[in-house]
């Protein structure tokens, strides 16, 4: 709950921050940051909180994990956030959901909203896919909001730093 509402504040405040872009220019590349800074504001300052809590991570535990590779793939974790495009079929799904539901869950937020809300993960992975990042930003980006045990440490520190960031 506390969490909760400290992200709510970083959130409301974060219009007025600005961002870390020092950070930013020592981890992503050109063809990274296309894509970074089409996510609000909110969200760019998220993903800096996670990447920076990951890196204190990675650095306490003593792993071999790549740090420039991890700290990209934090960077660009919510990327899906960005997209949001509908297929034909998925819209259909939500349509008939509003019907059933007698319009309940337009009343919260708009349906794209919702849609990218509970799949920007997967949205996220198939655009790096598709714009040729390799298997493990694929990988990672793709189940961070997954349950169940991974062997992953990056995705089991992406997991855990998302949650207080
Ligand atoms: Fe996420
Ligand atoms: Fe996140």
Redesign the pocket.
Known sequence: MFQRIKQFYWDITSKFKSIDREFVDRYLYDEDKVLFYQLKKAEQHHVIRVAKNAKNKINELITNVDENKFMRICLL??VGKIGGDLTVIDRSILVLANKLTKGKIKKYTNINKIYVYYN??HIGADLLKKKGYDEDFVKTIRY??SEGYSRDIMLNILREV?DIS
Do not use: G, Q, S, T
Request: hydrophobic content about 15%.
């Open positions: 974790h919510d920007h993960a961070h909001h998302d």
